[in-house]
DNA sequence: GCTCCGACTGTGACCGGTCACAGTTCTATC
DNA sequence: GATAGAACTGTGACCGGTCACAGTCGGAGC
């Protein structure tokens, strides 16, 4: 009677028997069905309909020694990252990319140092196949602790101090830096100021880099700040600028969360952008279009960027040397300058 | 000489050859140590370290049944998700819950049909132990798919078509609206218009609900308009409503990012908030307090949902019947009304 | 001195797949 | 008609853990 409604989950043995046939060919139709005959092929397919079979996939896993999943590894400092709508940019990239594929994305996050034990922890107990490393300090020491536990990685940006270690996608930071503020510079501007990030992160020091290379004579060091890409210390970092300087006509901020933050700060002491100072972002982040006034940025190809880590992965997981893949950014002006 | 640097991952066989005891002891030193004597314990820890052993996770969830990971499933069409940073704080929260367990965070994205069958497909393959589902539309068949399977799931907000069927963890959705709506009336505003979420979503239909209720006599259909929470779709509502009236005082948004469009819709044309016209969000999303003027709006408690959703499912997982929970909601009183 | 019991330990079966290998057919070729 | 080989199928070992069960050992109690 009631036998059928409380079975246990059915397992390819069942199927086989079902089917007439034996595990062994369930397999094979399973993986591709490469030298099963025709009758064979639809009678397991018909008993896997009819048992509602669905493979283990722990039971698969411990067999082939693949996981055919991957971990999405955060470890700035978590306020920031979740904050950013940039990082589910990225996220969602990823994991659509991985669904594809039949894979799937399981979230890490190593904020404290006892996370980051737990992650290696888990990283290693083989519970994925390789590491999508998301913006990482150059202190971070997750990133040797991987690279000496050979776990496949792929890092987000140019990983400063393991350069040519490990496989990166990353965009032209100080190329697009560059072209920022050449743009700022042929609006007109010439007492640009800078809010640049952390100096221990790529967009941090080569954005910084890109800006003072294309000011060239005008570049002014005390009109550089730093904040964490954060929209409160961009607004903190625009205002010590004004504090210090009052002749500023423009301001390239390195994330569109710290332009944000100073368009902010810049209103609440009666400045308006463009018209007083213009003001630039970096990243092209969800909400820069919606920004008001919109924002005018650099936009960096988040799709392509989780696109391009996902597959660079996977050839690392298959045997394939690390490599390197730089991206093309864009200028998108909209009105703040 | 080179045996040891090539050498696969050590097992449980490893460490009790090691440690000089059988694989049974080094598995209860692994699970709890009961019934381990002092001896064994440290000669077991003592060859864990030399080793390097980590347990492999896959066997370990074969032979036990548990996977040790829930999956945060995503069913909203997906631009809208990933543009909300509320996600971001569930996501966020629900990983820190589960790291704290030892356990981890599988992200699925069910947007499409094809990833819908996946994801069911996925799921019942036992990768995971339980679903945190988040955000279902009613017409949503996933629901119905993973309570048929008898897959554990809470939801976060009250599905629409399945209360009393599963856990979930939601907000008095209700009398949230009507705490915001009295608060608008306490302002003195009585041509309030609602920019309301889909009909077919709890935020939506009881949003709307409890903003009528409290309305009472002054409630006026004409100014109630609708929107996908989307930034944008609250700036088109807001046009519809300006096209259509001229009167109101006060408009209240069922989302934060819906009532940022409005804002944005309203300047356009000229209209200051609050001087002119008030407008209140819903969520206290991140961006809300940076928001220029700062967002008056209904504080969810991010933190206090994932984490419930975690402890509800886990219960619903060690066999506990469903069960829902309601959180509080709180006013939060800023500068736009 | 024998029994009993608690503390501890080892063993074999099992979880649900995959894979290598050994058959078994059946057809084509000489 | 024998033989090779391609096409297909079944079997047993194995992946790396857990768990139930059967021992072993030492000391307390009678």
Redesign the pocket.
């Known amino acids: 009677m009631e036998e059928t409604t409380l079975r246990?989950?059915?397992?390819?043995?069942d199927v086989?028997a079902a089917a007439?046939?034996?595990?062994?060919?369930?397999?094979?139709v399973?993986?591709g069905g490469r030298?099963?005959?025709?009758?064979?092929?639809l009678a397991v397919e018909e008993a896997i309909r009819a048992t509602g079979?669905?493979?283990?996939h722990h039971?698969?896993s411990?067999?082939?020694?693949r996981a055919d999943s991957l971990a999405f590894l955060l470890t700035e400092p978590q306020h920031l990252l979740f904050a950013d709508p940039t990082f589910a940019l990225l996220l969602r990239g990823a994991a659509e990319a991985l669904a594809q594929r039949s894979m799937t994305l399981v979230l890490l996050v190593a904020g404290t140092p006892g996370e980051r034990a737990n992650v290696a922890h888990y990283v290693s107990a083989g519970h994925v196949d390789g590491v999508l490393l998301i913006s990482s300090h150059e202190s971070d020491p997750l990133l040797a602790d991987l690279l000496a536990g050979g776990i496949p990685t792929v890092c987000c940006g140019i990983p400063l101090g393991h350069q040519g270690e490990v496989s990166t996608v990353s965009v032209d930071e100080i190329e697009s830096a560059r072209t920022m503020t050449r743009y700022l510079l042929g609006q007109g501007h010439r007492r640009i100021a800078m809010i640049a990030g952390p100096n221990d992160t790529p967009g941090g020091r080569f954005r910084r880099v890109g800006f003072q290379e294309e000011m060239g004579e005008h570049f002014d060091p005390a009109l550089v700040e730093e904040g964490d890409y954060g929209q409160e210390s961009g607004a903190a970092a625009m205002t010590r600028l004004l504090e210090r300087t009052s002749d500023i006509d423009a301001v390239f901020a390195a994330s569109d969360l710290m332009a944000a933050g100073a368009i902010g700060a810049l209103r609440k002491v009666g400045l308006r952008v463009p018209e007083d100072i213009a003001v630039a972002g970096f990243d092209d982040s969800g909400f820069a279009a919606n920004q008001e006034p919109p924002l005018t940025t650099i936009r960096q190809p988040w799709d392509r960027i989780s696109d391009e880590m996902v597959s660079l992965l996977l050839d690392v997981i298959a045997g394939a040397p690390h490599r390197s893949v730089t991206l093309p950014t864009s200028l998108v002006v909209r009105e703040t300058a």
Chains 1, 2 share one sequence.
């Open positions: 246990r989950k059915p397992t390819i043995r086989a007439g046939v034996s595990r062994g060919t369930v397999s094979r399973i993986n030298w099963v005959s025709p009758a064979a092929q079979y669905t493979a283990n039971a698969r411990l067999a082939t020694g």
